[in-house]
């Protein structure tokens, strides 16, 4: 038979291990790794992201129809203003040339012939005139018969007459040189035509057409564009806008290239914003222009819209919120407390700025979200070694 008095001693010593395990568990002090204010240099940006476009994409057509009979660009190609991409065939337009040259060689020596016709004509209009002029003299004394003065005015007003078809003759063989040479002017035009030429310094996106291909006047052959006017489209969400101005500085980074960063600038901000996504367009150029690129690749964009040197700074993870309120969990003599703090620009690196409401060399918890919000003030907590 048991004594009474076992009993209570197996009783306290319960209450005492669960006293003491609600102590070590329940009660015992949060482990939490701490941090304090540092100075920092920091830079405040915003992110984005997008593809890399061309603001300028030209459709390198020909005038004319033709063979083509020569290329000499292809896609990739980095070419220089006035370099020759393609050529048709063209030995009709080479013929039309000739044909033109001859037109315009005849005209001027038809030109040369009238010309001479002129001055002969002018000549016997002067003789005719003063023969004329004589014999009427001469008939006033009657020293020649009326008829021979007849005749040579007859043949004053002939001449006359051969002055002025000389000069119509001469003036349709000046126009026949314009009209030759107007035509041989179009056709060196239409056989330049046949010669493709870049209009400027590019890059070949795309060839459309073969060696063999005919093609069509507006038919595009390449697709050109600057290089200097590649950009990334880039959509930001709006709620982040507010410090986003042209001009500013940007960092991009490409997908093919996951380890480098690009030095940009924003070119162009939208004027509207998707009413699904809510987000608006950002367009940032590179500075300088980039080498190589793909157009359509994804890309990455952190704008730049401010940046400051040497102020107090926390790590991102250690702020925390209490309802609308921004602050960190400071640990002073063993407990935890909470303290609002103002909140400065935020750097990409996970650091931001704390513009009041600590003071240097306290303890700031470092904790998962999840976590702080668990916490308590005058909650037990002690340093994780």
């Known amino acids: 038979m048991q004594r009474p008095g076992k009993k209570y001693w197996i009783a306290a010593a319960a209450l005492v291990a669960t006293a ?4 070590t568990t329940i009660f ?14 920091l830079t405040a940006q915003v992110y984005g992201n997008g593809t890399v476009e061309a603001k300028i994409v030209v459709g390198i057509s020909s005038k004319i129809t033709g063979k083509i009979v020569e290329l000499q660009a292809d896609q990739g190609d980095l070419v220089k203003q006035g370099s020759l991409l393609a050529r048709l065939e063209n030995d009709d337009l080479s013929e039309q040339v000739r044909q033109a ?21 002018l000549a016997n209009v002067d003789l005719a005139k003063k023969n004329a002029e004589r014999f009427e003299r001469l008939l006033e004394k009657d020293y020649v018969p009326k008829k021979d003065t007849e005749e040579l005015q007859v043949a004053f007003q002939v001449a006359k007459e051969e002055v002025s078809r000389a000069h119509a003759a001469l003036e349709s063989a000046r126009m026949d040189e ?12 239409k056989l330049a035509d046949a010669r493709i030429y870049a209009p ?6 795309s060839r459309d057409l073969e060696q063999g291909a005919i ?11 600057d290089p200097r006017t590649v950009w990334i489209k880039a959509n930001v969400d709006e709620s982040h806008m507010a410090g986003v101005r042209v001009g500013n500085a940007a960092i991009i980074t490409l997908r093919s290239a996951p380890g480098e960063q690009f030095p940009g600038r924003v070119a162009r901000i939208g004027r509207q914003s998707d009413r699904v996504t809510e987000e608006s367009e950002v367009d940032v150029i590179f500075e300088p222009p980039i080498e190589h690129f793909r157009l359509g690749e994804q890309a990455d964009v952190f704008l730049v819209t401010g940046a400051k040197n040497s102020v107090p700074s926390l790590p991102s993870v250690a702020i925390a919120s209490r309802g609308k309120t921004r602050g960190v969990w400071v640990l002073k003599d063993g407990r935890l407390g909470f303290k ?11 650091f931001v ?6 003071e240097e060399g306290e303890q700031i918890v470092v904790a998962p979200t999840q976590a702080m919000s668990a916490f308590a003030d005058g909650q037990r907590a002690k340093v994780l070694q």
């Open 340 to 350: 609002a703090v103002d909140i400065g620009i935020e750097d990409r690196r996970d």
């Open 200 to 205: 400027s310094d590019g890059l070949i996106l």
């Open 20 to 23: 003491v395990l609600v102590k």
């Open 28 to 41: 015992a002090p949060v482990s939490v790794k701490v941090t304090k204010l540092v100075s920092r240099d």
């Open 353 to 358: 700025e704390v513009r009041s409401g600590l």
């Open 178 to 189: 314009k009209l030759g040479t107007a035509s041989q002017r179009f056709a060196q035009a």
């Open 101 to 121: 040259e001859a037109s315009v060689l005849k005209a001027q020596a038809a030109q040369n012939v009238e010309a001479a016709t002129l001055q002969k004509a």
């Open 215 to 225: 093609v069509t006047p507006g038919q595009t052959i390449f697709q050109f564009t």
